[in-house]
């Protein structure tokens, strides 16, 4: 039966093997409370030193009850006094008394700009819930019980918006458990799936050993000239476990890669929610406001953005933007960043004994192949050591290439070690200091454009690693000068924003009308074409996104050029590149691309640059 075939059956069927969201709640709630733990007690210290009298011995009363509670249920899971159908109850309780803490501390100070740790805290639980219904009691408890709050702490107007931001935060929260419990049961019948098959292979393999041995017990009577022939059976056994335990690690990457590329849609639209509303309240905050729970939100978005770019690497299906440049200059650009990475009390040597070492790839993802390899020599050298980076010209294969070699003095690594370097989520590091995507990242990078990458170590004597790319030609254009683009990034035009996405699409009209562009909203590819037919005023851009139901954005292009020839389009997409070539065929040259979730300043020089006919710096877009 074909894989897609087996997983769908067994979808349809329900499976003992395969764990509910409750199943792994244990495992989520313990760091969880430790750090509620921690925060609270920071908290303590904080109003000691922060808040007036009066209010100050209260609040620190509230935070020690509240970090005590939490650690307590730390403590108790980690002594094993609790049972998985505890979790969720115990999870909704922590988050009810932190959040009594936030209403009490805004109903003191008479603060309202405190619901945002409301938003904060709804997140926190849409990261460690698996069960949709507590999810939804959580999101539901706390906008009941923060409404009177607000209500008695600021204006109706403020209120409101306060309780629509919170009512939106708790939307994101249960779609984020949602995607979360069927992550796990899908992963569940992956797993399944990958365990039969390992089944079936050594199944195979017992029965070709009986053969085999059956088949030499028979020959041992005969003539000594069989005997060449048994020895060339038992080599070409030996290289068939080679290749299927080869086969077996490529299936396991492919399946990753196909769940990291199927997922990375969902995820790119809530980033993009995300991202662009904590940007936008950001820009609208009153001077002398606190800034920092909002940029702490925009850092976790930040970072929830590179791991998704990190997965679809090492599945190697993320989009890369090719340019011709020369690879020991940019190395040495890049060595002051390098240099920051590895710390004080590690040396660096960076070393180009030539130059026009031009290679063809994505800058960005080739610097980021670089920063993965200097952050794991720097963790091998704990106690200080030397890093060298140089770039030279060889020859790999009989194929001119351009090498990149980084050599670090650290401890090394033995053969169990170097054989799962390149598997996705290995890491030899402690939990929590390390993803294990770092080198399965620089792995899928390096062979999305057509190099390759080697690794030489033993312990106690550091670690060589090459990277080899195909050496070009210098044709094509250069990386440009960011420090000679202009800043200007407002306008008055028209757009014409097309967006399935409600969320996705409030989001992006208030980014364009803060640019001070006109917008026309269209919520699909047959309300936009209503709009360019009716609509008297000239059109400057379509900004729509590419897969939308019914037609998509290409199609949709093509036909709104129809009626104005002369208006610019600027796609937006949250899938990957290959997915949209083998939905809608190969993308046409020169397409303006921006994919999800997009960094509004960026974006806004780019649109910019198309509407002024300037050359788009399609490496300026995140």
């Not at 403590?75 to 932190?98: D, F, K, V, Y």
């Not at 049961?185 to 195979?204: G, M, P």
């Not at 790839?361 to 020599?377: F, I, R």
Request: charged share 25%.
């Amino acid at each position: 039966m074909p894989q897609s075939a087996e997983l769908i059956r067994r979808r349809e069927q329900p499976s003992e093997a395969a764990p509910s969201g409750r199943s792994c709640a244990l495992e989520t709630l313990r760091p969880m409370a430790a750090i509620a733990a921690i925060t609270m007690f920071g908290f303590l210290l904080y109003n000691f030193v922060d808040f007036p009298p009066g209010i100050r011995e209260t609040m620190m009363v509230h935070d020690a009850v509240t970090s005590i509670a939490c650690a307590l249920v730390w403590w108790c899971i980690r002594q094993g006094r609790l049972r998985e159908a505890h979790a969720h109850p115990l999870a909704t309780a922590m988050i009810l008394l932190i959040a009594s803490n936030i209403l009490l501390a805004m109903w003191l100070l008479r603060i309202p700009l405190h619901a945002l740790y409301i938003c904060i805290l709804l997140v926190g639980a849409g990261a460690g819930m698996t069960v949709v219904g507590w999810g939804v009691a959580v999101a539901v408890i706390l906008l009941i019980v923060t409404a009177p709050v607000l209500l008695l702490v600021a204006d109706l107007p403020t209120a409101v918006r306060f309780l629509a931001m919170i009512t939106t935060t708790s939307v994101i929260t249960i779609a984020l458990i949602a995607l979360r419990a069927r992550n796990l049961r899908e992963l569940a019948l992956f797993t399944a799936l990958d365990r039969e098959q390992r089944q079936a292979l050594n199944d195979a393999l017992a029965d070709l050993d009986a053969k085999v041995a059956q088949r030499t017990a028979e020959l041992q009577t005969a003539n000594a000239a069989l005997q060449t022939q048994m020895d060339e059976r038992a080599r070409a056994e030996r290289e068939a476990r080679v290749l299927g335990e080869q086969l077996l690690h490529a299936q396991r990457l492919e399946s990753l890669g196909r769940l990291a590329g199927g997922v990375a849609h969902d995820f790119n639209n809530l980033l993009t929610v995300i991202d662009g509303n904590l940007h936008l309240t950001l820009e609208e905050l009153p001077d002398g406001a606190d800034r920092e729970p909002l940029e702490d939100a925009i850092g976790a978005s930040e970072r929830a953005t590179l791991l998704t770019k990190q997965l679809l690497a090492f599945g190697r299906k993320q989009f890369i933007e090719r340019v011709s440049f020369d690879a020991g200059k940019r190395v040495e650009d890049v060595a002051r960043m390098l240099q920051r990475v590895l710390g004080e009390r590690i040396a660096l040597d960076v070393s180009v004994q030539e130059r026009d070492l031009w290679v063809n790839a994505d800058p960005n993802q080739v610097e980021q192949v670089l920063m993965n390899l200097t952050a794991n020599a720097r963790d091998a050298m704990p106690d200080g050591g030397s890093c060298f980076v140089d770039v030279s010209r060889v020859r790999h294969d009989g194929i001119p290439s351009i090498r990149i070699r980084v050599r670090d003095t650290g401890v090394g690594m033995d053969e169990a070690t170097k054989r799962r370097l390149f598997e996705p989520f290995f890491t030899t590091k402690k939990p929590g200091e390390g993803t294990g995507l770092g080198l399965a990242t620089a792995y899928g990078v390096i062979q999305q454009h057509g190099g390759s990458i080697t690794i030489e170590s033993s312990p106690g004597e550091g670690a060589v690693v090459d990277v080899l790319l195909p050496e070009v030609d210098r044709t094509g254009h250069a990386v440009t000068d960011h420090s000679m683009l202009p800043t200007e990034q407002t306008g008055t035009e028209t757009v014409l924003l097309v967006e399935d996405e409600d969320a996705v699409r409030r989001v992006a009209e208030r980014f364009l009308r803060r640019q001070g562009y006109k917008v026309f909203v269209a919520s699909g590819g047959a309300e936009a074409l209503e709009i360019a037919e009716k609509t008297s005023e000239p059109l400057h851009l379509l900004f729509t996104d590419v897969m939308m139901p019914g037609m998509n954005g290409f199609e949709l292009a093509g036909r709104v050029r129809a009626l104005r020839p002369h208006i610019k389009v600027m796609f937006v997409s949250g899938y990957t590149g290959d997915y949209l070539v083998t939905q809608t065929g190969e993308l046409p040259t020169g397409t303006n691309f921006v994919y999800k979730p997009y960094e509004t300043r960026r974006t806004a020089r780019m649109i910019r640059d198309i509407l002024d006919e300037r050359e788009v710096r399609t490496d300026f877009v995140a």
